[in-house]
């Protein structure tokens, strides 16, 4: 598992002609609150029994408010196959400070 700041990411997605999927694994009410544009909603509890509808081969960015669910799903699915896998450090928190101030934040 890769990991990146969110400025890392932020210059990752400017520079890619290809996009990753974006992973948001926060719960329906934090995502409404916030997200980066593009990201899919999957909560963590969903994760286990929704591996089957994404592509292990995709490159994808796990995304949480701080790090560490997405860092638990990063592993989790690294365990069941996936290839590609990068945690956001720090979460959509620091993407709000360190990236988009504007965003909301909780």
Do not use: K
């Not at 520079?15 to 999957?42: A, K, M, N, Y």
């Not at 945690?87 to 928190?93: A, H, K, Q, S």
């Amino acid at each position: 598992m890769r990991q990146f700041s969110p400025v890392e990411l932020r210059d990752y997605l400017q520079q890619t002609d290809t996009p990753p999927l974006l992973l948001d694994v926060r719960e329906p009410w934090e995502f409404q609150r916030c997200h980066i544009e593009g990201s899919r909603l999957l909560p963590m509890g969903q994760i286990p029994s929704a591996t089957g509808e994404l592509d292990p081969g995709i490159e994808t960015v796990v995304i949480c408010h701080h790090g560490v669910r997405s860092r638990q799903v990063a592993w989790f699915l690294e365990r069941t196959g996936f290839t590609n896998v990068i945690n956001l450090t720090g979460g959509i928190d620091a993407w709000a400070r360190d990236v988009d101030p504007a965003m909301p934040t909780y």
